[in-house]
């Protein structure tokens, strides 16, 4: 019965008799035959017609788990990429158009007065109470680096009259007075004067790095955006247009 692969629960099932029983008579035939495993046992003793057959039948077991294994593992890759790139596809999408309100205090501009800012991370932005993809794509292990030419191309309209707007990129370092301080990392143009209430506003513009970034960290590599001077009413700006590309 061993030799035909019957398994000793079988056996002892079969002749009604104990497991440990045939446990028992199979080790003692082991030590008798000079071998210490079941191959073993089926190399010495089996048929030569019979261990061909056995190992073609595992052979064939073999093909039929590799063909049943292979496309299911490609359709589980393919459900995970797609799902993968569903969400990302719904959620992490550059919003259009950009519609941005300024709440935080800006740098001080070039006339010595203090605007409203907002704040582009190069990975990702808060939007609408979600983080976005960004407009701004600088590599994740990147820093701006000096001697980098950056170019700003944007079409706006604002909800009301400010008398400039400034971008530029700027290093946020931890220490200071106030826990954190700004470093100026480009020149920092002022694309707009005197804009108007409902106008639509189009412009590219240049800027060079002028000094490297601290690190690779997000806060230290901010594109920064100032509309000035403070206004009584948070400014908003639609952007239908809000491209930062390295040259």
Same mark, same amino acid.
């Given at each position: 019965m061993l030799l035909e692969g019957i398994k000793p629960k079988e056996i002892a099932f079969r002749l009604d008799i104990k497991y440990d029983t045939v446990a028992f008579h199979r080790k003692n035939l082991y030590e008798k035959l000079g071998v210490n495993t079941q191959n073993e046992f089926f190399v010495k003793y089996l048929p030569e017609s019979k261990q061909t057959e056995e190992a073609e039948a595992g052979i064939k077991r073999k093909k039929i788990i590799i063909k049943i294994a292979v496309p299911l593992a490609f359709a589980l890759i393919a459900v995970f990429a797609l799902s993968y790139a569903f969400y990302f596809r719904a959620r992490m999408v550059i919003p259009n158009p950009i519609v941005l309100t300024f709440? &935080?205090?800006?740098? *001080?501009?070039?006339? +010595?007065?203090? &605007?409203?800012?907002? *704040?582009?991370?190069? +990975?990702?932005?808060?939007?609408?109470?979600?983080?976005?993809?960004?407009?701004?794509?600088?590599?994740r292990r990147e820093r701006l680096t000096e001697g980098d030419i950056y170019f700003f191309t944007c079409t706006f309209t604002s909800d009301v009259d400010i008398r400039y707007l400034e971008v530029g990129f700027f290093d946020c370092v931890t220490g200071g007075e106030h826990g954190y301080y700004w470093t100026q990392l480009s020149i920092n143009p002022r694309m707009f004067f005197n804009i108007e209430a409902g106008v639509e506003y189009s412009s590219s513009i240049g800027m060079m790095i002028t000094t490297t970034a601290s690190s690779s960290a997000d806060i230290a590599n901010r594109f920064i955006i100032v509309v000035g001077p403070k206004t009584e009413n948070n400014p908003t700006l639609t952007f239908t247009q809000f491209e930062i590309t390295k040259r």
């Open positions: 709440t &935080g205090d800006g740098p *001080i501009g070039l006339d +010595g007065s203090r &605007g409203w800012q907002y *704040i582009i991370d190069r +990975g990702l932005f808060f939007y609408e109470n979600e983080w976005r993809a960004s407009p701004y794509r600088l590599p």
